[in-house]
């Protein structure tokens, strides 16, 4: 199965970066994995959040593939623990899917088009935060829950 992880606008955080560069090439050993970085709204400041989320929704809609299933992540998802998390993905392997597409929307959330192209929404947790740092969290809970799939020592639980 293909995975590929669909985030609006660059990382400019230069420790974020590294730290998603590191995750994103321990996944390649596992899955097929692809990052695809959407580049930021042009004059996003000067619009108004509703219009910004339509316009970042719309650049999302053309990276999604009609083979892809669709899981935002979204702060009114679904919570996992990692262990609970690898078994979703798992279901999903199994499920035949060819391509599993997670979604990070932009500081705003996603547009009405996003959410009702979504088969899932995931939650990293209660707390906010930052956008950005959601992209490393959870590319490192994406290779925990491979980890924990092949039984592998990096999950000590």
Not at 59 to 74: G, N, P, S, W
Not at 107 to 133: C, D, E, R, W
């Amino acid at each position: 199965m293909n995975i590929k992880l669909i985030v609006v606008s660059k990382t400019d955080t230069p420790y974020l970066q590294a730290g998603i560069e590191e995750y994103v090439g321990r996944l390649k050993h596992y899955c097929d994995f692809e990052l695809i970085v959407i580049p930021s709204v042009k004059n996003a400041g000067g619009l108004r959040p509703e219009e910004l989320k339509e316009r970042e929704g719309q650049l999302i809609m053309k990276q999604l593939e009609r083979v892809d299933c669709a899981v935002l992540l979204d702060e009114h998802g679904r919570e996992y623990t990692s262990v609970g998390f690898s078994e979703f993905l798992q279901r999903q392997m199994n499920s035949g899917l060819r391509s599993l597409a997670f979604v990070i929307g932009g500081a705003y959330g996603f547009a009405p088009a996003v959410y009702a192209a979504a088969q899932h929404k995931l939650s990293l947790s209660q707390m906010t935060f930052n956008h950005q740092m959601v992209r490393l969290f959870f590319l490192e809970q994406l290779y925990r829950a491979h980890t924990i799939l092949r039984h592998e020592k990096y999950h000590n639980a």
